[in-house]
C-alpha cells in the first residue's frame, strides 16, 4: 500500500477520530459517533481505500 494520505488531511482525520471516539466513549454521544475510528485508523496509517478508488492523493510529490 502506498501512502495517499497526506499533510493536513492526515493531522484532520486524527484529531476528527479522536474527538468522534472520545465523545462517543467519555461523553455519552451517539452510536454513529464509532465511526470516528475509521478516520483515525486512515489517518495513522496513512492509506485510504476510498481515495484508491477514486484516485485521489494528498501527500506531496516526494512521498508518493
Partial sequence: ??????????????????????????MGGPVWAWIGVIPLATGLMGW?????IV??????LGKR
Fill in 55 to 60: 484516485g485521489l492523493n494528498t501527500c506531496s
Fill in 1 to 26: 500500500m502506498k501512502s495517499n494520505v497526506g499533510g493536513i488531511d492526515k493531522i484532520l482525520r486524527i484529531v476528527v477520530g479522536i474527538a468522534l471516539i472520545v465523545w462517543v466513549a467519555v
Fill in 48 to 52: 485510504c481505500p476510498l481515495y484508491r
